[in-house]
Nanobody
Framework: QVQLVESGGGLVQPGGSLRLSCAAS????????MGWYRQAPGKERELVAI????????QYAGSVKGRFTISADAVKRTVYLQMDSLKPEDTAVYYC????????????????WGKGTLVTVSS
């Protein structure tokens, strides 16, 4: 089973920056994709950004495009989310998610979630 350890959340003023990180460990045969989601109270969990491990293609939510950057370190099995020009609307719990395979069988493909890290943007 996989373990995801998130860090980097905290309190920041509007216009400031934060960098989130998520380190994966455990029995992983192949990582297919890694991403960040966020959820604010009373709202649905939404996709923020994803990165495809095979192609390195990235996708971003329209609300963060141009301000956030997702990247990954294959050696450390870590995904990052650089957040710049933060807005109060970005306040949420941010969750790391990985799409991975336990072995070579396609039926072993599954997902793992981190516990979440709180990001608060306020003056």
């Amino acid at each position: 089973q996989v373990q995801l350890v998130e860090s980097g959340g905290g309190l920041v003023q509007p216009g400031g920056s934060l960098r989130l990180s998520c380190a994966a460990s455990g029995s992983i045969f192949r990582i297919n994709a890694m991403g960040w989601y966020r959820q604010a109270p009373g709202k649905e969990r939404e996709l923020v950004a994803i990165i495809n491990s095979g192609s390195d293609n990235t996708q971003y939510a329209g609300s963060v495009k141009g301000r956030f950057t997702i990247s990954a370190d294959a050696v450390k099995r870590t995904v990052y989310l650089q957040m710049d020009s933060l807005k109060p609307e970005d306040t949420a719990v941010y969750y790391c998610k990985i799409d991975y395979s336990k072995n070579f069988l396609s039926s072993s493909r599954t997902t793992g979630w981190g516990k979440g890290t709180l990001v608060t943007v306020s003056s």
